[in-house]
């Protein structure tokens, strides 16, 4: 079955202890993101990254890391979590190309920080 | 910069009744992707329906339709026949084409059918 997985999918956590959300696909796309979501905000982008080793900024990067070591896989990394972080995060991945496609979301992990 | 509008926080229709969620963007560029997806309470993303800046039919998914007016910067999603698994929380989404792949969403509409 074609999915983007996520873990944890619920996550409590103290200020400043460093965590990873990994994201995984099985569909061999190239573009992939993170997005944090948040009342009355809507979805927004973190990072991306266009295939391996390639990856830059969305609107909302600060306090965020991401690696593309692999085609299938795009963690996040929060070295030193605030409480302003805790949120509902997103992890998505569409095929690359001149073309538009839709992206294929990941189920989410909750996040919070106390 | 871009940006997209929604409007309407929040939303009631009658089951059975058409809707209309209103969309409104704002880029430069000429070559752009404009995109609906679906959240229902129990959180997943769904797609729903998408539109490019040069399609010149608005499109259509079954009962999902995006009227699309270019010179008005507007992407409406119609949704006919609505039914009550159709309430949800509805975001308007658009990616340009040139180069970058950062997505912009908005605020969303949160939809409510009444049986």
């Known amino acids: 079955e074609a999915q983007v997985t996520q873990n944890p999918r619920y996550l409590i956590t103290v200020t400043g202890k460093k965590l990873t959300v990994t994201c995984s696909q099985n569909m061999n796309h190239e573009y992939m993101s993170w997005y944090r979501q948040d009342p009355g905000l809507g979805l927004r982008q973190i990072y991306y990254s266009m295939n391996v080793e390639v990856t830059d900024k969305g609107d909302v990067p600060e306090g965020y890391k991401v690696s593309r070591k692999e085609k299938r896989n795009f963690p996040l990394i929060l070295e030193s979590p605030s409480p302003n972080q805790t949120s509902l995060y997103f992890c998505?991945?569409?095929?690359?190309?001149?073309?538009?496609?839709?992206?294929?979301f990941g189920p989410g992990t909750r996040l919070t920080v106390t | 910069a871009q940006k997209i509008t929604q409007t309407q926080p929040g939303m009631f229709v009658q089951e059975k009744e058409a809707v209309t969620l209103d969309c409104t963007y704002d880029?430069?560029?000429?070559?752009?992707?404009l995109f609906w997806y679906k959240q229902p309470s129990s959180g997943e993303m769904i797609f729903l329906i998408y539109q490019g800046s040069y399609d010149e039919q608005n499109a259509t998914e079954g009962r999902y339709s995006l009227n699309f007016q270019k010179a008005r910067k507007s992407a409406n999603l119609v949704i006919s026949a609505s039914q009550l698994g159709d309430s949800a929380m509805y975001f308007c989404a658009m990616r340009v084409l040139s180069g970058t792949y950062k997505y912009i969403f908005g605020t969303g509409t949160r939809l409510k059918v009444l049986a």
């Open positions: 880029t430069s560029d000429q070559s752009y992707g």
């Open positions: 998505a991945s569409s095929p690359p190309g001149l073309g538009v496609y839709e992206q294929y």
